[in-house]
């Protein structure tokens, strides 16, 4: 069977023979781990992305998310997919044996997820948009914010957001209006609208942990003065049980031009004055903290750009292999049988140029993620910072170049299918949709 989501022979090259994943089993965090157990996750995230996440990536581009009495409903797909997902322990696949992961390296549990963002951007969202929350609580959160929220958010029972954007401020963050003001209990009272928030409401888990940027009425202007807050949909009882409905209402849902199936959402925030929120962290460092969760989701969202790219031209590549049409320049004879088009040399030109733009971006997308292992496991602390600097300067470059360059392998995979590529009876112009996305949020192209 021809592979359909990334090529394993791809794959295998770049772990064990460009990045030497086997070398990071020689370091005591991953001492565990051997090649075997490393395939073994690899497999299950192609059999599962194959299963439960690629037959509705169409269904879902094609039935978006509806508005229904203030709440968002999805396509019944959606949820036994991400629940195959948690089953497997892939939420939390980096994380340590104690706290209930497979404690992989990030360079594998990045491979791993690869696989679902080829099979299926959108639902892929849900539990990527988690993993970066849940890891912004680990990072800045209280003792006792990781007991409510953290917890559940590693036992899959709540899932997470980041809620940055404002209508008037989306680039400009500094320019944000949320206020939080102080509670006498030591809680906040937010209040302020917030658009295009992705996973902003969806029915899949029990409660939803909105990441929430704000002003206290102390803060200096600009990046200086944001705070950073825990806003649930459920308030959660000191016992763990789900308490009263907090004030964050779904106002509407956006209608996009791809990516559909992930809800993107206008929240507001304390309408009747009780939203209740709690502060993570010190105030005003909200900035900072938020970046960590950016930096990671940017480079997700470069491994996404890739993968879509990816997916595209194994489509277009396996297309050229069957569709026959015209003759070689040197054999013009109109009774003998038409050639693949894959003999054409543009056809050609056009499938290895996404080759290369999409196994490049590839590499330097896992390149990436063994760096951020690098940065946690290298013996030395100067190692380790050196290895930071190094991510901190690629960062940007592993979110945008993909997005530029497998986006431009998706309009050429749609080339290759002619006017097939152009209808929506093939998948490759979703994928284009779905990729368009890429140079606009998490980061906009220029700034990156
Ligand atoms: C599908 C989708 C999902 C999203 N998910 C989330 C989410 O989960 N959470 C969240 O908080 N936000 C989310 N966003 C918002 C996204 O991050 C913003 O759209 C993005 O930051 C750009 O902001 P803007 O749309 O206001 O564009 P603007 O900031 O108005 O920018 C418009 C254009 O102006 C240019 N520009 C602006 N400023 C500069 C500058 N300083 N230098 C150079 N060029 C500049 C860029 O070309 C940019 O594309 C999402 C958006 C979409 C479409």
Not at 169 to 193: F, H, M, Q, V
Request: charged letters at 20%; one cysteine or more.
């Amino acid at each position: 069977m021809s592979e359909t989501l990334l090529s394993s022979r791809n794959l295998a090259f770049e772990l064990y023979e460009v990045l030497d994943a086997e070398g990071l089993t020689r370091r005591e965090r991953f001492a565990e781990h051997n090649r075997e157990t490393f395939d073994a996750a690899i497999g299950t995230a192609r059999s599962i992305a194959e299963k439960y996440f690629a037959p509705h990536n169409r269904k879902g581009d094609e039935n978006e998310p509806r508005y229904k009495n203030g709440q968002a409903i999805l396509i019944p797909e959606v949820k036994p997919a991400v629940d195959a997902f948690l089953e497997a322990g892939f939420l939390n696949a980096a994380r340590s044996f104690e706290a209930g992961g497979m404690q992989l390296p990030t360079l594998l549990s990045q491979a791993c997820f690869a696989h679902f963002q080829a099979a299926n951007a959108a639902t892929t969202s849900y539990p990527f948009l988690t993993m970066g929350a849940a890891n912004l609580i680990e990072s800045f959160g209280s003792d006792e914010q990781k007991q409510r929220f953290l917890q559940p958010m590693i036992d899959g029972r709540f899932f997470g957001t980041m809620a940055l954007t404002e209508p008037h401020a989306g680039s400009s963050l500094s320019d944000i209006r949320t206020r939080a003001e102080p509670a006498s209990d030591g809680t906040y009272r937010l209040k302020g609208n917030k658009i295009f928030i992705s996973g902003g409401d969806h029915p899949l888990s029990e409660n939803i942990v909105h990441m929430v940027l704000a002003k206290l009425p102390d803060a200096p202007p600009g990046v200086k003065g944001i705070s950073l807050f825990i806003v649930p949909k459920f308030l959660v009882n000191a016992d763990g049980s789900l308490g009263a409905r907090n004030d964050v209402l779904l106002a509407g849902l956006f209608h996009k031009m791809g990516w559909r199936g992930t809800t993107s959402t206008a929240l507001n925030f304390g309408d009747n004055g009780e939203c209740v929120g709690y502060l993570v962290g010190k105030p005003h460092h909200g900035l900072s903290y938020m970046f960590q969760m950016m930096n990671e989701a940017r480079i997700g969202v470069g491994m996404g750009a890739v993968m879509l790219g990816y997916a595209g031209y194994l489509y277009s590549l396996e297309y050229a292999r069957e569709r026959p049409q015209g003759r070689v320049p040197d054999s013009k004879d109109p009774t003998t049988t038409p050639v693949a088009i894959i003999q054409h040399a543009d056809v050609r030109r056009m499938l290895l140029t996404q080759k290369s733009y999409v196994e490049g971006a590839f590499d330097l997308g896992l390149y990436a993620a063994r760096l951020f292992d690098d940065t946690t496991t290298l013996e030395t602390e100067a190692e380790r910072k050196q290895a930071h600097e190094l991510l901190d300067l690629l960062t940007p470059i592993v979110k945008s170049w993909p997005s530029e360059f497998c986006l431009k392998a998706n309009e050429l995979a749609i080339q290759i299918l002619g006017g097939h590529g152009y209808t929506r009876e093939y998948p490759v112009e979703q994928y284009y949709r779905d990729n368009r996305l890429n140079p606009i949020h998490e980061g906009t192209h220029g700034i990156q």
